[in-house]
């Protein structure tokens, strides 16, 4: 009885071990082999936002964006994320607001034409991931934790992710209100982002 | 002056409800003139809300005033009023009504049909009644704003009929609708 206890306590150690070595940052030459890369199916993929307009709230989204994931659920370490949005391509389902937003007080697509969300860390947590990365809009750069969800499956033989989640931020951190678009009574500082993409992978 | 109406007046809920929607229907009109000439930014979406929020805020006195008139004795039209003027009358007072309902009801669906939900000064956001749809957004634009210029005529036609009433037929018409004024003593106890 005690020895087969110490043999389970050795095994386990050993296990532990091993589960560290492994998770442990390797050289980078040996980790590309083992995540995975992957690539948005933008037909399937979508990244939204909300927020308040004169009280009620309002959605919107983006029609074009590129997403990169390297991803490796047991390789965290050598995973990253990063997303380019395509800022011109905002639809809120109203082309006078859209055109608005597109003015240079709010997105001013014409000097900003791209956001970007940067994440060369990815952790683990209970309810499943988060990229800890950098937004950047309008050219201001911002620290983002974004929580999400992956699973990954078979289809047709090849491999596939399905990723969501959803995060906030305040327009205001980006300079999304330049002058009387500052004020915060009719449009809300704070925008929730949903995504639910699928990515392919390469 | 009694809470309810009596055959004699208007009582104090029938008056508030009349001149605060007279208010709300003047402030309406402002704010419609004010936000026609702005172009699109934070202030005009502000007087937008503002207009949105006191548009739906007479439709709820309307409907109010309403409920409270059929369950409330009437102060009769006067007797002194030939057939076709108490016709004139009812159609005026009929018009107006539907049109504190109908203004509102174009308004709400309008923004439905725009996509932009109603929100009730921020405290609650009212349900959409029609998904969103371009053409009908525009047909509802017109509308209301035809809509509304009626209600404002109909609205000077029922002013004009008052201070007819009072100054040149000299009856109580108006005065039963006036806080702070006793009713002219003639005929007592009807």
Redesign the interface.
């Known amino acids: 009885m005690r020895r087969a206890g110490h043999a389970a306590l050795g095994a386990m150690l050993l296990a532990t071990v091993a589960t560290h070595t492994l998770s442990a940052p390797l050289p980078t030459a040996a980790t590309t082999a083992t995540v995975t890369h992957y690539v948005l199916d933008p037909a399937k993929s979508s990244l939204e936002f909300n927020f308040s ?6 959605k919107g989204r983006f029609r074009r964006f590129t997403t990169a994931l390297d991803f490796a659920a047991d390789q965290l370490a050598a995973s990253h994320l990063e997303v380019t949005v395509d800022m011109t391509s905002v639809d809120t ?2 082309q ?2 859209d055109d ?1 937003l597109k003015d240079a007080d709010l997105f001013g697509v014409k000097k900003f034409a791209q956001a970007r969300f940067a994440a060369a860390q990815i952790v683990k947590t209970p309810g499943g991931y988060e990229a800890v990365g950098r937004l950047t809009i309008r050219d201001i750069t911002r620290d983002l934790r974004v929580p999400f969800t992956l699973r990954t499956a078979t289809e047709q033989g090849a491999g596939v992710a399905y990723m969501s989640g959803k995060t906030s931020l305040r327009r205001l951190d980006f300079g999304v209100g330049q002058g ?2 500052k ?1 915060t ?3 809300g500082n704070d925008v929730g982002v949903s995504f639910a993409l699928r990515l392919t992978a390469r | 002056m009694a809470i309810r109406n009596t055959t004699q007046r208007w009582g104090a809920l029938a008056q508030l409800l009349h001149w605060l929607i007279v208010l709300f229907i003047i402030a309406q009109f402002t704010l419609a003139t004010m936000f026609d000439d702005l172009p699109a930014g934070p202030r005009k979406l502000a007087l937008l809300a503002r207009h949105k929020s006191i548009g739906i805020t007479i439709l709820m006195l309307a409907a109010v005033r309403l409920a409270w008139r059929w369950t409330n004795p009437k102060p009769p039209l006067p007797d002194t009023l030939k057939p076709y003027e108490r016709s004139l009358a009812r159609i005026t007072h009929a018009l107006l009504y539907a049109l504190l309902f109908a203004v509102p009801l174009a308004g709400w669906t309008m923004s439905s049909a725009r996509g932009f939900p109603v929100s009730w000064f921020g405290f609650f956001t009212l349900p959409d009644l029609v998904p969103k749809n371009k053409a009908l957004y525009e047909m509802l634009l017109t509308t209301h704003g035809v809509l509304a210029w009626t209600l404002g005529v109909v609205a000077i036609v029922h002013l004009l009929a008052a201070l007819k009433h009072h100054f040149v037929l000299k009856d109580d018409v108006l005065r039963r609708m006036l806080p702070f004024t006793a009713p002219k003593a003639q005929g007592s106890g009807r």
């Open positions: 307009q004169a009280g009620a709230q309002n389902g109203d006078e607001r608005t009387d678009w004020a009574d009719q449009v």
